[in-house]
């Protein structure tokens, strides 16, 4: 019998139609140790039975239940907590690792207890790719305040430690930001992420505006209760005056004489600066 080196994680919601392309991706891997993938649902009411049915063949592949709660974070620690070695890797079910995704990562893990590397986002969203601030190729990990890092939450490698002593991956944010907060505690801890240039994943943004918006609304809303928990001291809170002066500045770049593009581009970011201002108001706190 084979013994399972690492476990890739997948938290998944009505992700049926979207998952065989990435369990294709896995089931391709090249020079990879012997893995197995762990499906995590979080209360799909699509077929997703039938779609990972299909690779059991091909894949040392099953479903656990992860719909105790909702949310990305709550089916990432179900995922985890059911996984058998304690390497751990984890991917979004709408996306497509590249060939060598788990050979990079299990690498990078014999060296660092966390992990990433870049993401690319035109082969799996075209044009939709130019109306959101991330780069459509990233060339290392995201930076934040005080020299803190980290990788994207659908592009990480961990050793199963770092998530027992960070506590998991906490379950009370909304659809944003999770992967930050799990960063910022884990260097508090002494963890830090190493960037492993060959563990490229290619990244889906929603090819409709309205997805676009509402995962932008989201990533804003995320963005505040990070701040309302680890608010940096070099980092002063807006006065009313000041926010006021920085929306009415966003606005007045609405790009009239730019192209339909432009203006998704500039709906993006105002339904970012949106999510920010709702949620702080829910938390009764500043928004950054």
């Not at 506590?167 to 799990?182: H, L, N």
């Amino acid at each position: 019998m084979s013994v399972i080196r690492c476990s890739v994680v997948i938290p998944t919601y009505n992700a049926a139609h979207l998952i065989g392309e990435q369990l294709g991706a896995l089931a391709a891997q090249v020079g990879a140790p012997d893995f197995e993938v762990v499906v995590a649902d979080n209360g799909s009411t699509d077929d997703l039975a039938a779609a990972v049915g299909l690779w059991t063949e091909r894949l040392d592949v099953r479903i656990v239940d992860a719909s105790r709660g909702r949310g990305v974070s709550v089916a990432r620690n179900v995922g985890i907590g059911h996984a058998t070695s304690d390497r751990i890797l984890i991917c979004d079910a709408d996306d497509r690792v590249a060939p060598g995704w788990i050979a990079a990562m299990m690498c990078g893990l014999d060296d660092h207890p966390l992990v990433s590397g870049p993401i690319e986002t035109t082969l799996l969203s075209g044009r939709s790719a130019t109306w959101v601030p991330i780069d459509q190729r990233t060339t290392g990990l995201f930076e934040t305040w005080g020299g803190r890092t980290y990788g994207l939450g659908g592009n990480v490698g961990l050793r199963c430690e770092v998530w027992e002593r960070v506590g998991g991956y906490d379950e009370t944010y909304p659809a944003g930001a999770e992967e930050i907060d799990f960063a910022w505690r884990a260097h508090d801890l002494g963890y830090r992420f190493a960037y492993v240039e060959e563990a490229l994943v290619h990244y889906r943004i929603r090819t409709d505006l309205k997805g676009v918006l509402r995962q932008q609304y989201n990533s804003g809303r995320g963005t505040t209760t990070l701040y309302s928990k680890f608010r940096p001291a070099e980092v002063s809170p807006k006065s009313v005056r000041r926010r006021i002066h920085h929306e009415l500045l966003l606005l007045r770049r609405f790009p009239w004489l730019g192209s339909a593009d432009d203006r998704r581009s500039w709906l993006t970011l105002m339904a970012f600066e949106a999510g920010k201002l709702v949620e702080a108001r829910n938390l009764g706190c500043p928004a950054p």
